[in-house]
């Protein structure tokens, strides 16, 4: 019997979700926290950066994919994210066939999206390195 994933809230604005998280073919989940607010829509970025244009489905398989398949990305989860991104001219779509001969809705990172994507990667940068210095900070480093 497969138990039912977990869930941790993803908040996007005034709006909080439920992502399912950890590798359901172990058979048992890993617990996760929290993820912080846009995660999600910086993963999107970075996967059409290096991929180029994807659907949604294939955006959603390449970021399992690459994290090590921890992460379960629902349709109903990243389609709204995409529709955001996309009304903020981060990334266009265009229709076009996928793998299988199917109609589906192509999206790929615009000239805004790459330097929006370059900015939170070093605002998520500049936050690990703060976070690391204390993980790093011993009793006897402090004045």
């Not at 290096?50 to 389609?79: C, F, K, M």
């Amino acid at each position: 019997m497969q138990k039912c994933p977990s869930y941790f809230p993803v908040a996007f604005q005034e709006e909080i979700w439920h992502l399912p998280v950890g590798n359901l073919n172990e058979g048992r989940m890993k617990q996760k926290t929290d993820v912080q607010q846009g995660t999600l829509a910086l993963m999107v970025l970075k996967t059409l950066e290096v991929l180029g244009p994807q659907h949604g489905y294939g955006i959603a398989r390449r970021i399992e994919q690459i994290s090590g398949d921890l992460l379960a990305v629902n349709q109903g989860t990243l389609y709204p994210v995409l529709l955001k991104l996309e009304q903020e001219g981060a990334i266009d779509s265009e229709w076009g066939a996928s793998e299988n001969n199917r109609r589906a809705r192509f999206y790929r990172l615009t000239r805004d999206g790459r330097k929006q994507l370059q900015a939170e990667k070093q605002d998520w940068e500049q936050t690990a390195a703060i976070i690391g210095r204390f993980f790093d900070v011993k009793a006897g480093d402090l004045p």
